[in-house]
């Protein structure tokens, strides 16, 4: 899958999905897939975030989640109206990588002596920490109830009127889907690029072999920090994304680590260390949460007639799904479903040279 | 410091390398003892001993793995840690005040603060200079002790913290291969799930950051008027018109009236944002110059493969060459850092005669490339055909260095090495 493959993909499917809603509506069904699939873009912008990480750099961040909470949160502080800032949409979305960027390195700079197991208990601690400041910075971030309304994607009432064909709602939906997907395939793009110049082979020589890649001149600190700082920026532009598409910045236990977990589900279920893999693994895992559970639920509900039984309500049951794909995915294909080449070489040979 | 172009040779009389008085004690253990070596530049020297006499050790203390007990390295008359600079110092004093920054609002309360500069007004009445003059009358209603104390404490932890990382990673690695010393590994450490050419090009970053790859006419053309600003105006255009809708929203609100001069930019955003992906599928890297770069630097990387025999393998994964291909391919791995001085740590281990013999050759062709060369070796074949000086280590001490002649002849050497009967060759 070639990067201009991906962007002819995104190019040939985006206007199909607007015909599913209204079929659905026919049916009966409310489907609202294009609002769904902006949460399956926002989140294949996390997974892929995760990737650099974990995945080129082989740093095991558990703490994704804090930073697409700042993301959000920032967005939320820049645009909404109590404030005066009132950046917009677009420029939220190029303040609040940067503000994601910058956490990135202050929390990164000081971990990065830290190797594997302990780099996930600091980053794990960050999250938590994090997620308890902003429900307790009350005055700033409104706790619990979060900051809202986060306005919307804003574009000139002509595009609008063209792109809604005069519905306001259905142009908000797709304006939202639209600039989420070119987001996305911005973000695959570039990563796609970088993972063949030289800041892509000083990732992987960094996790094949640093005390190796360090006295050939690369420097491991600054790499390190280099990929955490990108990972995140990447999370906070999934956050104010996020933080749009719901125009509220949330309750801040949606920055919780089940929500990391979730997303590093998503990635080592796709392949860890390949782009396909992390898109493929949130569109599997997300898709799943939020566009096939609703219908399964939907399905028992009209089969069962009351569901108010957590049991019988199907997305009760989602984690232990995750958990079973996940135990299931490690014992038969450790590399994940679309694994990079290299890491799967790298997965295999271990046991070899133990 | 030479960082690119052909390695320089300094006049004979200051060696290339100079060791003094290192020690190296792990605990208890003294595994090199106040060992002097000297290296001239454009020699072949070579450090021999019996196992475990901290050859290795000696190695891994010059080239920065090991933080030596005491003692000097310097390269070309230079000590290879990190000189303390102003700016150094400027880095610790910024960290400090940053620190001492958060500290003081955490003393005011960040969120008491962001409450009283930014909510106690409607969002129409804020301006910039009423903020800074609300925060410094929050402040004065503050604790002004406790705000001074957390100030000092906050300072203090981030200018200490600062240097004490500074002084920790003076001697690093990189920092060391950074001045113009290369190795090779004992036990050999390629990637090896990385191609022959690609594990190349990654000792050849610092020059493809700075684009100082290739040489002569083909460096000139890498260079030529295209670095580095072709990042500045593929990005530039999306975030002015950004910076420009940010700054509307800023003092209009999200209401704007006349939606002309934001329809244009936004159209100009996405139109450059689009443009500029379509031109990264295209040439492959984020900037047209480093393209230009990675181009030549491939080339080189290319000939240096020739020089040690591996250009047929260039696209092969590394752990699929045999052993002796591995070892010369470390040998191209740090010649592509363009070193002033190679260290080859035991280069002829696990090879047969007729690869010892290539191996000798291919030495003495770094060498005239004008590479300095130190190499441990236990094959006395080898030491003794390619060295001009030789240093020997028998328990972490040095107990002789000549010309292979004098080794040779060394009664002391003799006792403790080479055994009674002059043998090993």
């Given at each position: 899958?070639?990067?201009?493959?991906?962007?002819?993909?995104?190019?040939?499917?985006?206007?199909?999905?607007?015909?599913?809603?209204?079929?659905?509506?026919?049916?009966?069904?409310?489907?609202?897939?294009?609002?769904?699939?902006?949460?399956?873009?926002?989140?294949?912008?996390?997974?892929?975030?995760?990737?650099?990480?974990?995945?080129?750099?082989?740093?095991?961040?558990?703490?994704?989640?804090?930073?697409?909470?700042?993301?959000?949160?920032?967005?939320?502080?820049?645009?909404?109206?109590?404030?005066?800032?009132?950046?917009?949409?677009?420029?939220?979305?190029?303040?609040?990588?940067?503000?994601?960027?910058?956490?990135?390195?202050?929390?990164?700079?000081?971990?990065?002596?830290?190797?594997?197991?302990?780099?996930?208990?600091?980053?794990?601690?960050?999250?938590?920490?994090?997620?308890?400041?902003?429900?307790?910075?009350?005055?700033?971030?409104?706790?619990?109830?979060?900051?809202?309304?986060?306005?919307?994607?804003?574009?000139?009432?002509?595009?609008?009127?063209?792109?809604?064909?005069?519905?306001?709602?259905?142009?908000?939906?797709?304006?939202?889907?639209?600039?989420?997907?070119?987001?996305?395939?911005?973000?695959?793009?570039?990563?796609?690029?970088?993972?063949?110049?030289?800041?892509?082979?000083?990732?992987?020589?960094?996790?094949?072999?640093?005390?190796?890649?360090?006295?050939?001149?690369?420097?491991?600190?600054?790499?390190?920090?280099?990929?955490?700082?990108?990972?995140?920026?990447?999370?906070?532009?999934?956050?104010?994304?996020?933080?749009?598409?719901?125009?509220?910045?949330?309750?801040?236990?949606?920055?919780?680590?089940?929500?990391?977990?979730?997303?590093?589900?998503?990635?080592?279920?796709?392949?860890?260390?390949?782009?396909?893999?992390?898109?493929?693994?949130?569109?599997?895992?997300?898709?799943?949460?939020?566009?096939?559970?609703?219908?399964?639920?939907?399905?028992?509900?009209?089969?069962?007639?009351?569901?108010?039984?957590?049991?019988?309500?199907?997305?009760?049951?989602?984690?232990?799904?995750?958990?079973?794909?996940?135990?299931?995915?490690?014992?038969?294909?450790?590399?994940?479903?679309?694994?990079?080449?290299?890491?799967?070489?790298?997965?295999?040979?271990?046991?070899?040279?133990? | 410091?030479?960082?690119?172009?052909?390695?320089?040779?300094?006049?004979?009389?200051?060696?290339?390398?100079?060791?003094?008085?290192?020690?190296?004690?792990?605990?208890?253990?003294?595994?090199?003892?106040?060992?002097?070596?000297?290296?001239?530049?454009?020699?072949?020297?070579?450090?021999?001993?019996?196992?475990?006499?901290?050859?290795?050790?000696?190695?891994?203390?010059?080239?920065?793995?090991?933080?030596?007990?005491?003692?000097?390295?310097?390269?070309?008359?230079?000590?290879?840690?990190?000189?303390?600079?102003?700016?150094?110092?400027?880095?610790?004093?910024?960290?400090?005040?940053?620190?001492?920054?958060?500290?003081?609002?955490?003393?005011?309360?960040?969120?008491?603060?962001?409450?009283?500069?930014?909510?106690?007004?409607?969002?129409?009445?804020?301006?910039?200079?009423?903020?800074?003059?609300?925060?410094?009358?929050?402040?004065?209603?503050?604790?002004?002790?406790?705000?001074?104390?957390?100030?000092?404490?906050?300072?203090?932890?981030?200018?200490?913290?600062?240097?004490?990382?500074?002084?920790?990673?003076?001697?690093?690695?990189?920092?060391?291969?950074?001045?113009?010393?290369?190795?090779?590994?004992?036990?050999?450490?390629?990637?090896?799930?990385?191609?022959?050419?690609?594990?190349?090009?990654?000792?050849?970053?610092?020059?493809?950051?700075?684009?100082?790859?290739?040489?002569?006419?083909?460096?000139?053309?890498?260079?030529?008027?295209?670095?580095?600003?072709?990042?500045?105006?593929?990005?530039?255009?999306?975030?002015?018109?950004?910076?420009?809708?940010?700054?509307l929203g800023w003092t209009t609100g999200d209401g704007v009236d006349d939606e002309t001069l934001p329809s244009i930019l936004l159209l100009v955003?996405?139109?450059?944002?689009?443009?500029?992906?379509?031109?990264?599928?295209?040439?492959?890297?984020?900037?047209?110059?480093?393209?230009?770069?990675?181009?030549?630097?491939?080339?080189?990387?290319?000939?240096?493969?020739?020089?040690?025999?591996?250009?047929?393998?260039?696209?092969?994964?590394?752990?699929?060459?045999?052993?002796?291909?591995?070892?010369?391919?470390?040998?191209?791995?740090?010649?592509?850092?363009?070193?002033?001085?190679?260290?080859?740590?035991?280069?002829?281990?696990?090879?047969?005669?007729?690869?010892?013999?290539?191996?000798?050759?291919?030495?003495?062709?770094?060498?005239?490339?004008?590479?300095?060369?130190?190499?441990?070796?236990?094959?006395?074949?080898?030491?003794?055909?390619?060295?001009?000086?030789?240093?020997?280590?028998?328990?972490?001490?040095?107990?002789?260095?000549?010309?292979?002649?004098?080794?040779?002849?060394?009664?002391?050497?003799?006792?403790?090495?080479?055994?009674?009967?002059?043998?090993?060759?």
């Open positions: 899958m070639t990067t201009e493959s991906l962007l002819l993909i995104f190019a040939v499917l985006s206007p199909i999905f607007p015909v599913f809603d209204l079929a659905g509506e026919a049916a009966g069904l409310q489907l609202h897939l294009d609002q769904r699939l902006v949460t399956i873009f926002v989140y294949g912008i996390l997974v892929v975030a995760l990737n650099v990480q974990v995945g080129y750099a082989g740093l095991l961040q558990l703490g994704i989640a804090a930073f697409f909470g700042i993301g959000a949160m920032a967005t939320g502080v820049m645009t909404v109206d109590k404030y005066p800032f009132h950046f917009g949409f677009w420029g939220a979305l190029v303040c609040a990588p940067l503000v994601a960027a910058v956490a990135g390195v202050v929390i990164g700079a000081p971990t990065l002596r830290l190797r594997g197991d302990y780099l996930a208990i600091v980053t794990i601690g960050f999250g938590e920490v994090l997620r308890t400041v902003l429900i307790n910075l009350e005055n700033i971030t409104d706790g619990p109830r979060g900051l809202n309304p986060v306005p919307e994607v804003w574009t000139p009432s002509w595009l609008r009127d063209w792109i809604g064909a005069g519905d306001a709602g259905e142009a908000n939906l797709l304006v939202m889907y639209y600039t989420a997907l070119l987001v996305l395939v911005a973000a695959v793009v570039v990563l796609k690029v970088i993972e063949n110049t030289r800041i892509g082979r000083a990732f992987v020589a960094l996790r094949e072999d640093e005390l190796a890649a360090a006295c050939m001149g690369l420097d491991p600190g600054r790499i390190k920090l280099m990929a955490f700082a990108g990972g995140a920026a990447l999370s906070g532009l999934a956050g104010c994304l996020y933080a749009t598409n719901l125009t509220t910045t949330a309750d801040p236990t949606n920055y919780d680590f089940n929500n990391a977990v979730m997303v590093l589900c998503c990635l080592i279920i796709g392949g860890l260390g390949s782009l396909r893999g992390a898109l493929l693994g949130a569109a599997l895992l997300i898709g799943f949460d939020n566009v096939l559970s609703p219908l399964l639920d939907r399905a028992i509900q009209v089969a069962v007639g009351d569901a108010s039984h957590p049991l019988a309500r199907f997305s009760s049951w989602r984690w232990f799904l995750f958990g079973f794909a996940l135990i299931f995915m490690m014992r038969l294909r450790p590399e994940g479903l679309f694994p990079a080449r290299r890491v799967a070489a790298e997965l295999h040979d271990e046991p070899e040279e133990a | 410091m030479s960082t690119s172009g052909t390695p320089l040779r300094t006049s004979s009389d200051s060696p290339l390398l100079r060791v003094r008085k290192l020690t190296l004690r792990f605990g208890g253990l003294t595994a090199v003892s106040e060992v002097d070596l000297d290296v001239q530049p454009g020699e072949i020297a070579a450090v021999i001993g019996p196992n475990g006499a901290g050859k290795t050790s000696l190695f891994n203390a010059i080239t920065g793995i090991y933080e030596p007990t005491s003692g000097e390295v310097e390269l070309d008359g230079n000590d290879v840690r990190l000189p303390m600079t102003g700016k150094v110092v400027a880095g610790w004093l910024a960290t400090g005040l940053a620190s001492s920054l958060l500290f003081l609002f955490i003393a005011a309360g960040i969120d008491a603060t962001w409450k009283a500069v930014v909510k106690a007004h409607p969002p129409w009445e804020f301006t910039i200079s009423g903020a800074f003059s609300d925060l410094f009358a929050h402040f004065a209603t503050g604790n002004a002790l406790l705000m001074l104390l957390f100030s000092l404490v906050g300072f203090a932890i981030g200018a200490l913290g600062a240097r004490a990382v500074w002084l920790r990673s003076r001697r690093t690695p990189q920092g060391v291969a950074l001045q113009g010393v290369a190795r090779t590994f004992q036990n050999i450490r390629l990637f090896h799930h990385m191609g022959v050419l690609e594990n190349v090009l990654v000792a050849m970053d610092r020059h493809l950051r700075r684009g100082t790859v290739g040489s002569g006419s083909a460096a000139k053309s890498a260079l030529d008027g295209r670095f580095p600003h072709g990042a500045w105006l593929d990005l530039g255009l999306p975030a002015v018109c950004v910076v420009a809708m940010a700054g955003m996405l139109g450059a944002a689009l443009a500029w992906l379509v031109r990264l599928t295209r040439r492959g890297t984020l900037t047209g110059s480093s393209r230009v770069v990675e181009a030549v630097a491939r080339q080189e990387a290319m000939e240096l493969l020739k020089f040690v025999g591996l250009d047929k393998r260039a696209g092969d994964l590394a752990n699929s060459l045999a052993y002796g291909e591995q070892r010369r391919l470390e040998v191209a791995r740090a010649l592509a850092t363009r070193p002033k001085l190679l260290l080859l740590d035991e280069p002829a281990a696990g090879m047969n005669p007729s690869e010892t013999v290539d191996l000798m050759a291919l030495v003495r062709s770094i060498r005239d490339r004008g590479v300095t060369v130190l190499l441990i070796e236990h094959h006395m074949r080898v030491v003794m055909g390619i060295s001009d000086h030789i240093t020997v280590l028998v328990h972490g001490k040095r107990i002789a260095h000549g010309t292979p002649e004098e080794i040779r002849r060394d009664p002391k050497v003799i006792e403790a090495y080479l055994g009674a009967d002059d043998g090993g060759h």
